[in-house]
């Protein structure tokens, strides 16, 4: 139960990013420009999602970047295999990986500042 009250938020996220990278490829918006909108997407999406496992009890920042990482990987094999009118791209799950290793330099970069 203290695990669901600590990283209930990052619990959240994932069920959020899981919905919404699940949702049927043909019910989503189709943009008349791509200039890697969906790639910046996933990158924050995993970034924050690094965040939340992390920030509850700053512990082991590495274990938050690969939790987050491997769910990216997850995320894009069902895209591959479950979910509907939706395909693996090897491009979104670096930006997955990269947005939750860019969450080490930052949170290393606020902790530093903030103890001024």
């Not at 990278?21 to 999602?49: A, Y």
């Not at 082991?60 to 690969?66: R, Y």
């Not at 895209?79 to 969450?103: E, H, K, P, W, Y």
Request: with cysteine; aromatic share 16%.
């Amino acid at each position: 139960m203290r695990f669901l009250t600590v990283y209930w938020k990052a619990l959240l996220w994932a069920f959020l990013i899981l919905v919404a990278c699940g949702m049927n490829g043909n019910s989503l918006p189709k943009l008349s420009f791509d200039f890697g909108i969906d790639k910046i997407v996933h990158f924050f999406l995993f970034f924050i999602q690094a965040m939340l496992i992390y920030l509850p009890n700053k512990k082991q920042l590495w274990v938050a970047i690969l939790l987050s990482s491997c769910y990216g990987a997850l995320i894009e094999l069902l895209q591959m295999t479950v979910f509907i009118n939706r395909s693996f791209d090897f491009a979104d799950m670096l930006a997955d990986v990269i947005g939750a290793l860019l969450c080490l330099p930052i949170l290393k970069l606020w902790e530093r500042f903030s103890r001024r």
